[in-house]
Structure formats: C-alpha cells, structure tokens
T-cell receptor, first 109, second 115 residues
C-alpha cells in the first residue's frame, strides 16, 4: 500500500484559498487518491476522489500531475468551519485505508 | 450525513471487561470496515467484512473480533479490555463502483473509555 506524506499543519484566513499537497511516490497503477476531512470526535467525511488530472466537486478540487506521485487538495475561500484535519489516502478497491496523521488546518478570522 | 450509524455513542468500561459496538451500514453497501482512532492519531484499520466474511485484518490481536449480518450491519467485539483500548471506534461502509473504486463512508464513531 502506498505511503503518503503531508504537512502536519497549515494556517489560513477566512476567504483565502488553501492548497494541501500530499506525496505518494510509490502509488500503484490502479490506486485512486482520496481525501477525507475530520472534525474532533467525528468520523472522517469523504471530500473528493480522483485518479488523474483534475477533479472538482461542490466543495473542493483535486489536482493530480501526470506522474501521479503527488496530489493537491484545493479548498476555495475557506471559512472558520473548514478548520479540521485533512487526510490523503491512496489505494484501490476494497483495500484497507491507511491513514497517516493528516494535515491540521486552522482557519483564522 | 452518510447514512452510517453507530451505537452506542459513548461507553465506559473497566479493564478486563468485554464490549460490543454496533454499526448499520449505508443502504446498498455490502462492505464494512472498522477502525480504531486514538487521541491525536489517524484511524487505524482493524478489519473489514465483505458479505459476512472477514476480508482483511490489520495489526490487532485476536481479542478484537467482528461479525457481519445478512443485512450487512456489523458488530465489533473486544474482549479483555485494556486501558490502551480507549479510543474512538469508527465504522465505514462501502460498495465497489462500476469503475472499481471503493469509497468508504464513515459513521460518527463510538467513544470507548476503559478505566
């Protein structure tokens, strides 16, 4: 299973765009990239999933370069409620998910 | 909301006791995974059930066991509780999509405290 590396923490201000990059150098051909958001004492919430290029939904965008060895989660115009831990995971099908320590995002007013 | 529910919300037990945690998966999902999340850490995979059979296990001792029922709901049982078992226990359900992807949707968790 591919190992991921992300920054431990990031700070931002309301209204700014936040980009969190994840490294996954040994991603396998069939692996997908998935991001989760987690608030304290709650289950992780699915944000976005992609395989290559760019994926966009109503809450975020996911940018994946051609070599797929990294990915960037982009949160447009963050608000205080986006303060949470963000996890990047790489895997395929029914593979068990390997969570790292995630990126703790703090949004200030 | 994901449609995945867990019970109870909170639980307090003492060392040596046994505990059963329950999970109802999202409608249409046939796979359930359980995770343990200690304070300040990411969730750690315990095991997964697919159509009532164990389909993978993480690095947890045999006193962690599980069941999946015909309606795809699931139980996590922990025997001989230890202080280090205090954690948030998360259940996630999934269904493999036509493109082969498997997105897991998590429940709210059960907070277990072992005294």
């Amino acid at each position: 299973l591919a190992k991921t590396t992300q920054p431990i923490s990031m700070d931002s201000y309301e209204g700014q765009e936040v980009n969190i990059t994840c490294s996954h150098n040994n991603i396998a051909t069939n692996d997908y990239i998935t991001w989760y958001q987690q608030f304290p004492s709650q289950g992780p919430r699915f944000i976005i999933q992609g395989y290559k290029t760019k994926v966009t939904n109503e809450v975020a965008s996911l940018f994946i370069p051609a070599d797929r060895k990294s990915s960037t989660l982009s949160l447009p115009r963050v608000s205080l409620s986006d303060t949470a831990v963000y996890y990047c995971l790489v895997g395929y099908n029914t593979d068990k998910l390997i969570f790292g320590t995630g990126t703790r995002l703090q949004v200030f007013p | 909301e994901t449609g995945v529910t867990q019970s109870p919300t909170h639980l307090i037990k003492t060392r040596g006791q046994q505990v059963t945690l329950r999970c109802s998966s999202q409608s249409g999902h046939n796979t359930v995974s359980w995770y343990q999340q200690a304070l300040g850490q990411g969730p750690q995979f315990i095991f997964q059930y697919y159509r009532e059979e164990e389909n993978g296990r993480g690095n947890f001792p045999p006193r962690f066991s599980g069941l999946q029922f015909p309606n795809y709901s699931s139980e996590l049982n922990v025997n001989a509780l230890e202080l280090d078992d205090s954690a948030l226990y998360l259940c996630a359900s999934s269904l493999v999509g036509q493109d082969g992807t498997d997105t897991q949707y998590f429940g709210p968790g059960t907070r277990l405290t072992v005294l």
